[in-house]
């Protein structure tokens, strides 16, 4: 097997790679890390791997190695220093695969089962609530304003999910509304209001979609104005509100694939 090796921290292919961390460097690469073994063999399957990267303990691993080069990318061997400056885990496993980023081709197919995320800023509980998607039978979750699909944090926390589920991304949240309402679709914001829909009581047809919002305001007012009501999860007096992705997951269950309360 024919691969580069680099032991220094300063390479500049290391500190490349570990620039992409930032969301700004990710966009402008067009490039994304998928660390760990489960990440890689998902990633792998959907996008183009441009660098296996591997530590000298892991450079003898065939699968991963076979991985990259039939995707045509090429294999790097680093220290374990150079490889803990790249990886964002406390605890590498000594594999990380450098992914194109696929291009989204942002059309919203009219017979999916979609969720929407208005400003969750959180990465982990976007990764969180596209784990949830999948699990629950959503085919595509539709981001306005949100982490990013490609952060390290994001991908982790959904083990998978986001290369499993198709993702549209939209830059405001007024943007979405058009398109779901041309297509026959109602749109419920999870929030508390007099007129709202209970969660596990009222029945929704299933083209109808939910909109869960950012971690410490919720639904914008701009997406509040648009949608063509709310939904409310009872919980007890004592608890103001859900987490963001609990929200999300306990609506999912409810209205998803495998839900009780979708009309026929």
Known sequence: MEYTYISSRQNPSVRRFAALSSRRAREEEGLFCAEGRKLCREAAGLCR????????????????IKLCEDSGGEVIVLSDSAFE????????????????????????????????LDGVRDPGNVGTILRSAAAFGYDTVILADCADVYSPKTLRASMGAAF??????FD??????????AQGRKVYASALRGDS????KDRVRACD?????????GVSDAALK???????????????????????AVLMWEYGAYGHSVKE
């Open 49 to 64: 791997a441009e660098y296996a990267l591997l530590t000298e303990s892991r450079k003898d691993d065939g699968e991963y």
């Open 85 to 116: 400056k790249i990886s964002a885990d406390s605890s590498p496993d000594g594999i990380m695969f450098i992914c194109r980023i696929p291009s989204e081709d942002g059309e919203i197919a009219a017979g999916d089962r979609l969720f929407i």
């Open 164 to 169: 499993k589920i198709k993702v549209c991304s």
């Open 172 to 181: 405001g949240v007024e943007k979405v509304f058009p398109v779901l309402h």
């Open 197 to 200: 829909l209970t969660a596990g």
């Open 209 to 217: 979609c939910f909109i869960v919002g950012n971690e410490g305001h």
């Open 226 to 248: 648009l949608c063509d009501g709310v939904i409310t999860i009872p919980m007890s007096a004592a608890t103001e509100s859900l987490n963001a992705a609990a929200a999300a």
